[in-house]
């Protein structure tokens, strides 16, 4: 009897660390389905659907990479989306600068990869070194950023740019591979490296991890560099799409990142969280999007569709844990 | 065993602003030998452990490891030399398995396609093997998942496991005790046992008299900064023992009842 039921909860906690998978694919199932029914083709089989949706999720991804590293710790970066709005707007005005080829693209993207990165150590600064908590912390550098992007736009609201180089950035296919590739990278240092192994112990004991050996600091000011880094990349992205940068570029797309943070699997109590799992998470919330359009329904439904599943999600890792600590 | 102290502390004094936390403070423990720590809350139980383990530079006196002075205000050097201390709170990470905290900070490291990544086959045999080692049992699945998963007396075995793993001569135990139920204490006591067996040295932080005489060899009192009075377990008892912790005048109200 002892085994059928630590067998049965076992099978529940497979199905707890399943269902981001299994809710993905119920989604996908649900829309095929109608899809069929209504239209009768396919949804999922049409390259330009899957294309859409995958640019869709590529967007909040790119925030949630270094998102997801912040939150392992038990940090939050609230200030991506506007680090994101910034970039947008630099990598645009750097291009024109200096006559009428501007700036080399390469130096465009470093340079601006680089002055973003100076937000996020100011971040980490004052979340490792001043103790500010790191919603108040981001809080401040979200209206300092914001605040930067559209000054460094100027009189206008987006800054038009025409580049060839970066356009091919943002055309087609290119920016799912570009956040795909530093997905998998990122995941290879999370789950293999002694950084990323830090990461998890800082979120999990702050103060265990520092009596490690571990430099709990300098640490925590590389992580959120790591995200604005990623929120850098993520204006690149924008402006390269649209050919235009924004500074208010990356504005929905915080509360997106952090949303597919938390339905991956991530704790904000810290020391849990995967890049696996951001991943899967922003799928859920492109799919929902472009699937309620696709349906036609009321755009406005999808905020509160995913609002619904963030809580879901939540619901049910708490239910998970409980089941943990009944094994 | 050697009569040469593993540990010698020799006249350590601390001042915090204008208290003197610890006078003149002398303390020895030999390799295989448990020596319990007692005194009532503030008595400078915790300040001298934290001078040993480096995290505290005493304002006069130093300490010794065979002989040789460790550094004073320096944690990691003095745990390179040799002396770990458990905490109450264990310092370990929660969220990750066995073998991650055995070796947080030091981790062991294998290429992959050039690249150095963590070993976590070699984290997960140590694990292993220093349960076995502590003759602990953890089902293979729990091995593998986080350490909150696991008891309290298992997560201080975990903890000792780790000192001992990186080679501890001297094992510091702040109340190692105090966060378990009766079971878990025994099985504790009884690694302390184990390990001095061993040849393991052993400063033990208790306030827990029942801990003490089942456990230590010599009992060395302290009372508000200062040495009470040191014991060998085997010639004293427990009213002698709270007669120097908390002076001779409460002992005598104690006595008149």
New interface residues.
């Given amino acids: 009897m002892a085994t059928s039921s630590s067998a049965r909860l076992?099978r529940l906690a497979l199905v707890g660390r399943l269902w981001p998978w299994l809710f993905l694919c119920a989604l996908v199932a649900f829309f095929e389905c109608w899809s069929q029914v209504r239209v009768g083709r396919s949804f999922i089989g049409s390259l330009y659907n899957v294309q859409a949706i995958l640019l869709a999720a590529s967007a909040p991804l790119m925030l949630a990479i270094g998102q997801t590293f912040v939150i392992i710790t038990a940090g939050i970066d609230l200030s991506v989306g506007f680090i994101m709005g910034l970039a947008a707007v630099c990598v645009a005005q750097f291009l024109g600068l200096g006559g009428p080829g501007g700036l080399s693209l390469a130096i465009t993207l470093v340079a601006t990869v680089a002055i973003c990165a100076l937000p996020g150590w100011v971040n980490g600064m004052l979340i490792a070194r001043l103790g500010v908590p790191a919603f108040i912390g981001t809080l401040g550098m979200y209206g300092v950023a914001r605040g930067a992007g559209f000054l460094a736009a100027g009189s206008g609201m987006t800054v038009p740019v025409d580049h060839a180089g970066l356009a091919w950035i943002g055309t087609g296919w290119t920016p799912v591979v570009i956040t795909g590739v530093l997905l998998a990278a990122m995941h290879f240092v999370l789950s293999?490296?002694?950084f990323g192994?830090y990461t998890?112990?800082i979120?999990?004991?702050q103060?265990?991890?520092a009596?490690?050996?571990?430099d709990v600091r300098r640490h925590l000011v590389q992580v959120y560099m790591l995200s604005a880094a990623f929120a850098a990349c993520g204006g690149i992205l924008y402006t390269a799409r649209y050919g235009a940068g924004a500074a208010n570029a990356g504005e929905s797309l915080l509360l997106d990142s952090i949303a597919a943070v938390v339905i991956g699997g991530a704790s904000l109590f810290?020391?849990?969280g995967n890049l696996v799992g951001s991943l899967i998470g922003a799928l859920i919330i492109a799919v929902i999007q472009f699937g309620l359009i696709f349906i036609d329904v009321n755009a406005f439904w999808q905020f509160i569709a995913v609002g619904a599943v963030i809580v879901l999600s939540v619901l049910i890792d708490q239910a998970k844990d409980k089941l943990?600590?009944a094994? | 065993m050697s009569t040469a102290a593993l540990l010698e502390a020799r006249g350590v004094s601390i001042r915090f602003g204008g208290v003197e936390a610890l006078r003149n403070v002398d303390l020895d423990v030999r390799a295989g030998e448990v020596v319990a720590l007692a005194g009532d809350n503030g008595a400078g139980k915790s300040t001298l452990i934290k001078i040993v383990s480096g995290v505290y530079t005493p304002t006069a006196g130093e300490v010794r490891l065979r002989g040789e002075a460790l550094p004073a205000g320096d944690p990691q050097a003095v745990r390179a030399r040799g002396i770990e201390t458990i905490y109450q709170d264990l310092a370990l990470a929660d969220n990750l398995d066995v073998g991650s905290n055995i070796f947080l900070g030091r981790e062991p490291m294998r290429r992959l396609l050039g690249m150095p990544v963590i070993d976590r086959a070699r984290m997960r045999a140590v694990a292993g093997e220093v349960l076995r080692q502590l003759d602990i049992h953890v089902p293979e699945h729990k091995l593998a998942g986080p350490v909150r998963m696991l008891s309290g007396g298992q997560r201080q075995a975990i903890a000792i496991g780790r000192a001992i793993w990186w080679n501890a001569k001297l094992l510091i135990m702040d109340e190692p005790t105090a966060a378990l139920g009766v079971p878990e204490q025994r099985s504790v006591m009884a690694l302390i046992r184990r390990l001095r067996d061993e040849g393991v040295a052993i400063l033990l932080v208790s306030h827990n008299l029942h801990d003490i005489f089942g456990v230590a060899d010599r009992i060395v009192v302290l009372r508000r900064g200062e040495l009470a009075g040191e014991r060998a377990t085997a010639q004293t008892d427990g009213d002698e023992i709270v007669r120097l912790m908390v002076g001779d005048t409460y002992a005598a109200t104690r006595q008149a009842h």
């Fill in positions: 076992e293999q490296t002694r192994q998890y112990a979120g999990g004991n103060q265990s991890a009596r490690a050996g571990i810290g020391g849990t943990g600590n094994s």
